[in-house]
């Protein structure tokens, strides 16, 4: 029975000294010493992406790619660089069968490099040529068989300065939510690529055709950037 208290004893014994060193070892200080490094500054990069149509001599003149004499009445829009004959201008509009192309400088203007990854159209329901005095207001269709048919039959192929095809297919593809490029090409900062556009409006039957007679259809052509990875 004596051996079994004196075990107790010891066993107690030993836990107090445990806690003393515990307690103890709380009780030396350490020397610390700070490292700083000043004037930190983090500014944010910008994006600018331009679209604007080009035929060399006509750098940034304003005005769209693609117009008909009717609705360039003073001829503010001149613009020879095309596949037909003479004018770049479609006296009387397009009929089943025209090609015309013509060019836009797609521009990055800011401190980032970017990503080209879509292309898209907006139709539009009025063109206003020369606002102000003497305008001309043009009223373009975005709904109806004839406006469906027409986005379905204009045929447009968009390539960059290096040949390279970047959309080849039907307008309504680009209207109806865009077309997004397999692989997306890279502009450094600042760069501008010459890209070419090429509309050719598909004949059909006779009797589909006729149903375009008379009607405008005015559209934006749409280029959506990123900042490159």
């Known amino acids: 029975m004596l051996q079994t208290k004196l075990k107790l004893a010891a066993l107690a014994a030993g836990s107090i000294v445990g806690a003393a060193m515990i307690v103890g070892g709380t009780t030396y200080a350490m020397f610390t010493s700070t490292a700083t490094n000043t004037n930190n500054t983090f500014a944010a990069g910008t994006m600018n992406v331009t679209l604007t149509r080009d035929n060399s001599d006509l750098v940034n003149v ?82 109806g068989p004839a406006y469906n048919y027409f986005i379905q039959q204009m045929q447009i192929t968009i390539t960059d300065q290096t040949g390279a095809t970047l959309y080849q297919g039907p307008l309504s593809t680009l209207v109806n939510g865009g077309y997004t490029l397999p692989t997306p090409f890279t502009m450094a900062a600042p760069s501008t690529d010459n890209l070419k556009f090429t509309a050719y409006l598909k004949p059909g039957s006779d009797a589909d055709d006729n149903q375009l007679q008379g009607k405008n259809f005015i559209f934006d052509f749409n280029i959506s950037a990123r900042q490159a990875p």
């Open 62 to 143: 304003p005005g769209p790619m693609f117009y008909t004499s009717a609705s360039d009445n003073t001829g503010s829009y001149p613009y020879d660089k095309n596949i037909g004959s003479g004018s770049g201008e479609l006296p009387g509009g397009w009929a089943p069968g025209d090609t015309l192309s013509r060019y836009a400088d797609l521009t990055n203007k800011g401190s980032l490099k970017v990503q080209i990854y879509k292309i898209s159209a907006t139709a539009d329901s009025q063109n206003v040529i020369h606002p102000g005095s003497g305008s001309t207001v043009y009223t373009g269709a975005t709904s």
